[in-house]
Structures are given as structure tokens and as C-alpha cells.
């Protein structure tokens, strides 16, 4: 008796719900009422006999098994994609990249042409989600170091830690004792950004005493945060290899000498049937290179 096999549409309305943990925003993306994700997954786990999602506190999870069974249903998904591509347009390579939003503008997309132009039959697409789904991409840049079976973890680059600001306030500027006088800019993202380095660490590594590390303005994102320093409203910690393009560019300057040993790893980060896509070396080579062209 031949296996039976659970309703594809099914299957890609669990995919998305399990991606965003919300019938309703699976429901917007995919274009269909509430209702019908909700019936989807009913008849999904009826056909499976066990649940795969459980309300706790009005929010939505997965249960064991659906934890079990997501990374193979992305997988498949992913295969089914990739055969699809290569049957319709064999020269055509997709890529699908997960990066930092911040790592994207100044460090990736300012690149990114160089690749293009060497591999034009590849075409990339990237993601700046704040919570990124490893095993949707196939290939994601990080600065957590993640720990799953199902993933494969690489160092690939890291950065040093130093103040930046607008050149209106370099004549204000010229030692660390005068970070007194001026704005201190925060970058405090939700949980995520817990462990990158913050004003306090910078000043305690530095030896200064006597300057308030918590006065000035918080941003959720470190674009704003660097954006504010553009605009000369105060001085920021930036990350080398996320300033360098504006450094370079006159929009922001490096006003201390000083350097400290605070610095932010860089992982790459996939699954272990990501180098099947056959763009995936070829992309993995290229940042490689890149990061040790600008590497500090």
C-alpha cells in the first residue's frame, strides 16, 4: 500500500505559522483568511495524529513534534525550490542570505556588486529580519554564536569597538576625558544586543572614571544610533567594520587614538544540506575574501 503523503498546501501554511508563531501574520502573508490557516492546521494534525501547535498564554508554540518535524518540512520546501529553479531557468542560481540590518547597509550592500559582477548567475536574496530563521537561509551572518545539531557554525570575521562622531565635533573632541562634555549615544536592541559592548564596558577598559556611561539616548537599532552620530547629536560606539564605509565616506570620523581589546565576533552560519544550493561555495568564498581584505 503506497504511503500517503500530507496536503502540500497544508504543509506551507505550517512552514509560515511555525516561522512567524502567529496564524493571523501567516494568514496576511499568504493571502488567506484567519480561518483557513487555522483549518489548514487542524486537518494537518488530524492527517498526522499528533498536535503540532499549543496556545500557552495567548501565544502561540510548537509542541515536540512540530519542533521535530519543521526543520524536514523547510527542507523539503527548500528542494522543492531549487528543483523548481533549475527546471525553469537552469542559469539561474537563488541564494538566500540572512544578515544584521545594520551589517547589511554598511558592510554587505556596499560589497555586494563585486559578487554580482563575478557570478551574475546568481541572484541573492537578503533578509534583515531581527530574528533570524537559520534553517529557512542558506546561509546567515550573525554575531551569536548559535548551538544546534542541525546547524554549522563558522567564525568569520570579527571587529574592533571605538567612538565615532560627525567631523563638526572633532575641535571638541580630542582626548577620552572629553567624552564628558559631550552625548553618549546607546545601542540597546531587545535581548539580542545583550552581549555586544556598551559605553560602560568601552570606559572601564579604557581606565576612565568620572563620566555617567548610562546619560544620553537609547536606540533600538544601530542604524539609528549611527545615523544620530551622523548628524553631530552626539558620539557613538561603532563597530569597525560597520563604520568604515561612512569613515570613508567623511560622514563620520574616528576623534581618539585610544584603542581597547573590545571586539564583536561574526559567525556564518547553516544548515548542514546548504553547500547542496550551488551558489553556496562560491558566496561562502567571497565573504571569506572580503572579510580578510578589511579584516583589522
Known amino acids: 500500500m503506497p504511503r500517503r503523503l500530507p496536503p502540500l498546501n497544508a504543509l506551507r501554511m505550517f512552514e509560515v505559522a511555525a516561522r ?3 496564524f493571523t501574520q501567516a494568514a496576511n502573508e499568504l493571502h488567506v483568511t484567519n480561518a483557513a490557516v487555522s483549518h489548514q492546521m487542524k486537518q494537518l494534525e488530524a492527517f498526522l495524529g499528533v498536535p503540532l501547535f499549543e496556545r500557552r498564554n495567548n501565544q502561540l508554540t510548537l509542541t515536540a513534534a512540530g519542533e521535530a518535524y519543521l526543520p524536514r518540512v523547510r527542507e523539503a520546501f527548500r528542494a522543492l525550490q531549487q528543483a523548481t529553479d533549475m527546471l525553469l531557468d537552469d542559469k539561474t ?8 540590518p545594520t551589517f547589511g547597509t554598511k558592510w554587505l550592500v ?4 563585486r559578487f554580482l559582477n563575478l557570478h551574475p548567475d546568481i541572484r541573492v536574496e537578503v533578509s534583515t529580519e531581527h530574528e533570524r530563521d537559520y534553517l529557512h537561509n542558506d546561509i546567515t551572518i550573525d554575531y551569536r554564536q548559535v548551538h544546534s545539531p542541525d546547524l554549522i557554525v563558522e567564525r568569520f570575521t570579527s571587529s574592533t569597538v ?24 546607546h545601542d540597546r536592541g531587545p535581548q539580542r544586543h545583550a552581549h555586544l559592548p556598551n559605553w560602560q564596558q568601552w570606559l ?27 548628524d553631530g547629536q552626539g558620539v557613538a560606539l561603532g563597530q569597525r567594520i560597520l563604520v568604515e564605509y561612512d569613515i570613508a565616506a567623511g560622514r563620520l570620523i574616528k576623534p581618539l587614538p585610544t584603542e581597547v581589546s573590545l571586539r564583536v565576533p561574526y559567525y556564518l552560519i547553516f544548515s548542514h544540506t546548504a553547500p547542496e544550493n550551488p551558489g553556496f561555495a562560491a558566496f561562502r568564498a567571497w565573504l571569506i575574501a572580503e572579510a580578510m581584505r578589511s579584516e583589522d
Open 162 to 185: 571605538f567612538p565615532v562622531c560627525s567631523p563638526s565635533l572633532q575641535a571638541t573632541l580630542r582626548t577620552p576625558a572629553d567624552l564628558s562634555k559631550h552625548t553618549l549615544l
Open 93 to 100: 542560481i537563488t541564494l538566500k542570505v540572512a544578515v544584521p
Open 110 to 113: 556596499p560589497r555586494l556588486y
Open 20 to 22: 512567524l508563531m502567529s
Open 204 to 230: 572601564e577598559e579604557t581606565g576612565l572614571a568620572g563620566i555617567d556611561a548610562t546619560r544620553g539616548p537609547a536606540f533600538s537599532d544601530s542604524q539609528m544610533t549611527l545615523q544620530c552620530a551622523i
